[in-house]
């Protein structure tokens, strides 16, 4: 039965608006968070499963908007980890308890956003790329994008450091995220999640999908690189508080 509960929906509209913004404006800010604020009002795997095809749609959007931009070194090495961490994460779908995940992704978030911030790598010289460091982020994104679409984080770790033109940066989260939302569909639906009720309440959601997304597209086109990579450290930042906080509980 489609969810009718008006609390569920004052949360869910603006959850779907942001994640739009997310996808396409500032990757990170929001995504990471639509799983745990909804779950304020249905259980984790519902938000997840609700989350997935709309998800799945802002994924087509951000792909028009970034057609071909992506960064191509690191597109193997991210697919390559993402690959396993999908894999990993369908198999131990159901045993991991979801307040240890938010626990462990919010304290690397935080970790690192505060290093960023106010730590000795605030003035160090951008990284290289590497295939040891990307598999291993591009994994745990994997892992926690597949248990709670809480993906961000670990692939921000990897990718920020790298310090990339602003718009390739968002290109190549924004197509690593659709390769790994689709990966998810056929295992979501053999593990019972996209049943008629979590299907139909995610279809009445997605007329707001196109608002978030061009909402993004026009916000992160009037950022330059230095407040982009600033709002992006923050967001982490909040991101990972709310998942500690939410792990703890």
Do not use: E
Request: proline share 6%.
């Amino acid at each position: 039965m489609i969810i009718t509960d008006p609390t569920f929906y004052l949360i869910a509209i603006p959850v779907v608006l942001l994640s739009g913004i997310s996808k396409t404006g500032i990757p990170g800010l929001f995504g990471g968070m639509a799983v745990p604020l909804l779950s304020l009002v249905i259980s984790p795997l519902q938000a997840a499963a609700i989350m997935l095809p709309v998800l799945c749609c802002i994924d087509l959007f951000g792909l028009r908007a970034f057609r071909g931009v992506y960064d191509r070194p690191n597109m193997p090495i991210l697919l390559t980890g993402l690959g396993l961490g999908i894999v990993a994460g369908a198999l131990i779908f159901g045993l991991v308890r979801q307040d240890l995940l938010r626990l462990i992704i919010g304290a690397i978030a935080v970790s690192f956003s505060l290093n960023n911030l106010f730590g000795w790598a605030k003035n160090r010289p951008p990284t290289r790329t590497s295939w040891p460091r990307g598999v291993f982020w591009s994994t745990v994104s994997g892992i926690t994008s597949f248990l709670a679409h809480a993906g961000a984080a670990p692939i921000m770790v990897y990718m920020l450091p790298l310090r990339l033109d602003t718009r390739i940066y968002v290109g190549t989260t924004v197509w690593f995220f659709f390769a790994s939302n689709y990966a998810k569909i056929i295992p979501y639906a053999l593990l019972g999640q996209l049943d008629a009720a979590n299907l139909y309440t995610a279809l009445l959601l997605l007329p707001l999908v196109p608002i978030g997304v061009k909402l993004g597209v026009l916000i992160q086109g009037k950022l330059n690189a230095r407040v982009f990579y600033q709002i992006s450290y923050w967001a982490l930042l909040g991101i990972g508080i709310k998942l500690v906080y939410d792990g703890l509980l």
